[in-house]
């Protein structure tokens, strides 16, 4: 096995290079079943923090893992971003916060990846001070049966579930650190 | 909202601080510790980890299905010209020209094939074509510092650029960082995501940078410096610097787990 190239922090200056247009619209406005996750990332202090970046990665609908591309469409004539193209969906989201902490995602809700699975939307965590990225889960619902939920107290389950808001949206807060922080995890 | 004390600390109490973990991480591993492969989260001389990294241990997760899949990206969103920074405008960015090239590959040594690459780095002076960068070095009208491209068949992205100048930040008095680039990549599982800094061979700034001394095993550390390859330098061209990218991860693939 050869050692891995370590991580090191996406410093505050990411915000030109990796977020793009539509980044956090994995659906279009309108769309039938679409739904908005949103939050805000904490410190330790319970201070927003307005240089963080989140990643998703997620099923479709039916559960599918194919994840169209075209994420980032650039636009071969200008040489920016184009937006999506409103027909694939790729599975993929990438959202900067905003001054005060807050982040928004329009997706859909996940289709369960195998039979009988919990279906979850995968969160990469990035931030200046945050030298290793993170990685957390997003469950729509408390779903039973779930092994990692499965495996935690109901405090810090909790932290993993999204609360449901009126008008199809989810609310999803993410402590880096603190008496509320969110589960992250370690895989392998 | 800085988590700097108002007068800024002195680089000495960094580097004593530096020093000391580097001991005691020196000692662990000669006493039969595991090889830390990455930065430590929790790393002081980096004030602004302090109150950025959880305090509880990791939760160890099976990757699920959707953690050993990830995003695709194809020929959609790159164009030809996101690999040269240097061709991104009317007129030639100033600095010192370079190519930088490597290979992506997974912990088994596999190519890691037709994956984004994304780059972003400072201008030759040091300053960063970023609104909040308020460094007073000149912006450069030709450099914005940000690319992209898919890796090919044999896992190799290659970056034509310009040497980024080092830059001072506030972590302390008299901080700077080392000339770095931005690297941010992806595998085919979610699990394989990288996001980490390249560096440049014989920089004066490492010892002082708390940044790149969070990893705290050198040759870990070693890992980050890309190495100067006089083959690759083009006369009367660009300069030419090489490195291998290893992503961590699953070395399972999804199809392997038997789906
Ligand atoms: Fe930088």
């Known amino acids: 096995m050869r050692p891995p190239t370590p991580s090191q922090t996406v410093g505050p200056f990411y915000g030109y290079a990796l977020p793009f247009t539509e980044g956090g619209e994995l659906v279009p406005p309108g769309h039938p079943g679409a739904i908005t996750l949103h939050g805000v990332v904490y410190d330790g202090a319970g201070q927003p923090i307005p240089d963080a970046l989140l990643e998703f990665w997620q099923a479709d609908p039916d559960g599918g893992l194919d994840g169209a591309p075209g994420s980032m469409r650039r636009d071969p004539v200008t040489g920016t971003f184009a937006g999506r193209s409103g027909v694939d969906f790729t599975g993929f989201g990438r959202v900067a916060t905003d001054a005060a902490g807050h982040w928004t995602l329009r997706t859909v809700v996940p289709g369960p990846a195998a039979p009988g699975a919990v279906p979850y939307i995968s969160v990469c965590v990035f931030a200046r001070g945050l030298l290793h990225h993170l990685y957390t889960r997003v469950y729509l619902e408390d779903g039973a049966g779930d092994p990692l939920l499965d495996s935690l107290d109901a405090d810090r389950r909790a932290t993993l579930v999204a609360r449901p808001e009126p008008h199809a949206t989810y609310r999803f807060d993410i402590h880096l650190q603190g008496s509320e922080e969110t589960v992250f995890l370690e895989f392998g | ?259």
């Not at chain 2, 030639?92 to 690459?117: H, K």
């Not at chain 2, 061979?201 to 550390?221: K, Q, V």
């Not at chain 2, 083959?231 to 490195?243: A, I, M």
């Open chain 2, 1 to 259: 909202m800085s988590t700097n004390p108002p007068t800024p600390e002195p680089q000495a109490l960094i580097d004593a601080e530096t020093a000391r973990i580097q001991a005691e991480a020196d000692k662990a591993l000669a006493d039969g510790g595991q090889e830390e492969l990455h930065p430590r989260r929790d790393y002081p001389p980096y004030r602004s980890s302090i109150l950025r990294h959880p305090k509880r241990p990791l939760v160890a997760a099976r990757e699920a299905f959707t953690e050993l899949r990830g995003p695709v990206f194809g020929v959609t969103d790159v164009t030809e010209l996101d690999s040269d920074l240097t061709r991104q405008h009317h007129g030639e960015p100033l600095g010192e020209r370079i190519v930088v090239t490597g290979r992506v590959l997974d912990r088994d040594g596999r190519p890691v094939r037709g994956q984004l690459v994304e780059v972003w780095q400072a201008n030759a002076s040091g300053r960063y074509a970023h609104k909040r960068d308020q460094h007073p070095a000149p912006l450069d009208p030709n450099f914005t510092g940000t690319g992209r491209c898919l890796t090919d068949d044999e896992g190799r992205y290659t970056f034509t650029s310009i040497k980024p100048g080092p830059y001072p930040w506030r972590n302390h008095l008299n901080a700077w960082r080392p000339a770095h680039i931005h690297f941010s990549l992806f595998g085919t599982a979610f699990t394989q995501r990288l996001v980490t800094q390249m560096y440049f061979p014989g920089d004066p700034l490492f010892p002082y940078d708390p940044i790149f001394n969070s990893i705290t095993d050198e040759r870990a550390r070693q890992r980050l410096i890309a190495g100067y390859d006089h083959d690759l330098s083009s006369p009367e061209w660009s300069l030419g610097y090489r490195w291998d990218i290893v992503l961590d991860g699953p070395s399972a693939t999804w199809m392997e787990e038997g789906r």
